[in-house]
């Protein structure tokens, strides 16, 4: 059996350097993951959603394997961070637990300790004896009192570490939900907010809309001027969104070239008008090489839209929204179309 398994992976592990080359993807390490778990099966969301891409014509590029990663295994880190801070807040309320419960014990013989002086107080004989018998209480006393100020800095110190670690679950959260080149928030953030505006629609039977962008001629300027220009343009498309968007509108990079907007308490001939505007202002940019003043070219976006259903699969929302950019550039690009236009 260990030999069967033994072909099988080497069977896998060929089969997804054959992909690989086959589609022009650096074998590197997360994409060597990727392709192994596709071709292994051992992830079925994974070849679904592959499959899904395949079927509906969508090259399989460099920024699609990126987003792949980041959604089937990009948590991985995340779920470690929180468990490893997570053990380090147990053990400290551990020690914390211990302390009181010492500082109780101390209070409860302090108190006995006192109690047993007082009581004897009266039948001291003479000043000499009841001085030694004060003298005795003072030091229980100052006793008692360098162990409450232990006790206090031991408190403060672990009060202190679990703000620390409240941050750094803070900062890892953050992290694990913005996207590194844009700052905006990424696919796994995309997902929640979507998911947490569903619920708001259902509820008040608002309007919910979405917008998924995706940049025209990537690879382009990609293979023509570098991966850093393509990097340059990426971020040129998230600061027009971050700019154009206003109030409750969340934009997110989806990964790659695409990026969505979730348009809360908008109808769709709304968001085709949000999406218009996103359209002409990038219409408008040209890049340029600074110092030189090479020109680059212009920059422009292909955007679908769609209109939240009650009660629906989001993953349906988001394939209408995708249908609708998908049309508008096979349709020749630089365009706004809903899902309506599809019928």
Not at 17 to 45: C, K, Q
Not at 212 to 231: A, E, S, Y
Request: glycine share 8%.
């Amino acid at each position: 059996m260990q030999g069967e398994e033994f072909s099988q992976t080497l069977r896998c592990a060929a089969a997804a350097v054959r992909a690989m080359e086959r589609l022009d993807i650096a074998p590197h390490p997360r994409n060597f993951t990727l392709w192994y778990a596709y071709h292994s099966g051992v992830h079925p969301d994974l070849t679904s959603a592959i499959d899904q891409l395949i079927e509906a014509g969508r090259p399989m590029t460099e920024q699609r394997n990126e987003v792949l990663y980041e959604r089937f295994f990009g948590s991985v880190q995340f779920v470690q961070s929180i468990e490893h801070t997570d053990q380090e807040m147990g053990e400290l309320l551990e020690r914390t637990r211990a302390d009181l419960e010492t500082a109780g014990s101390d209070a409860q013989a302090f108190g006995d300790t006192i109690s047993a002086l007082t009581d004897t107080v009266g039948s001291a004989e003479d000043a000499d004896e009841l001085q030694a018998m004060i003298d005795g209480i003072i030091r229980e006393c100052r006793v008692m009192d360098e162990r409450n100020q232990a006790l206090e800095s031991k408190l403060a110190q672990s009060s202190k570490r679990i703000g620390s670690l409240h941050e750094r679950l803070d900062a890892v959260k953050k992290e694990t939900m913005t996207d590194g080149l844009t700052n905006l928030p990424n696919r796994r953030a995309f997902d929640s907010k979507l998911e947490e505006e569903s619920r708001v629609s259902g509820d008040d039977g608002e309007a919910l809309s979405l917008l998924m962008l995706d940049i025209d001629h990537f690879k382009r300027f990609n293979d023509t001027f570098g991966h850093q220009i393509g990097d340059q343009v990426i971020k040129l498309v998230a600061r027009t969104l971050v700019q154009t968007l206003k109030g409750r509108d969340s934009p997110a990079r989806y990964g790659g070239e695409e990026f969505g907007v979730i348009l809360p308490r908008t109808d769709l001939q709304q968001a085709a008008l949000v999406g218009e505007k996103i359209r002409q202002k990038l219409a408008g940019c040209t890049m340029t090489r600074r110092g030189s003043g090479e020109d680059y070219g212009q920059v422009t976006v292909s955007i679908g839209a769609a209109l939240y259903r009650k009660g629906e699969d989001l993953s349906d929302f988001v394939s209408r929204a995708d249908a609708a950019l998908y049309a508008a550039k096979q349709s020749g690009r630089n365009r706004v179309l809903t899902e309506t236009d599809l019928q």
